[in-house]
């Protein structure tokens, strides 16, 4: 099974999200999972809207041992945003 999602910047200060989701015929038994799983996926982003849409980026974020490279990943996708830093999509709230 494989989850898919895709988020396409649409103006200064909103984002497209799209997610897919594939699996085999073979992966899933019974043809009623496929809804459940769906409908799953569903409920699962409709809880993460409120959290995305209080998304603010620090520059210093508390990070743990285990979250990995954020900031060089930062330094990496700053390339793609305008470098006045009010019109950065990560400074703007996400909308439902």
């Keep these: 099974m494989v989850f898919i999602d895709a988020v396409t910047p649409i103006d200064p200060g909103n984002v497209a999200v799209t997610f897919s989701l594939t699996a085999r015929l073979t992966d899933i038994q019974d043809p009623d999972m496929s809804l459940e799983l769906v409908e799953e996926g569903v409920r699962q982003v409709s809880e993460d809207v409120p959290i995305w849409s ?32 009010t019109s950065r999509p990560a400074d703007t709230h996400a909308t439902a």
Excluded: E
Excluded at 71 to 84: E, G, L, P, T
């Design 54 to 85: 209080h998304k603010t980026r620090w520059d210093r974020p508390s990070l743990a041992r285990g979250d990995g490279p954020i900031m060089k990943f930062r330094r990496w996708a700053d390339q793609f945003y305008i470098k006045d830093h």
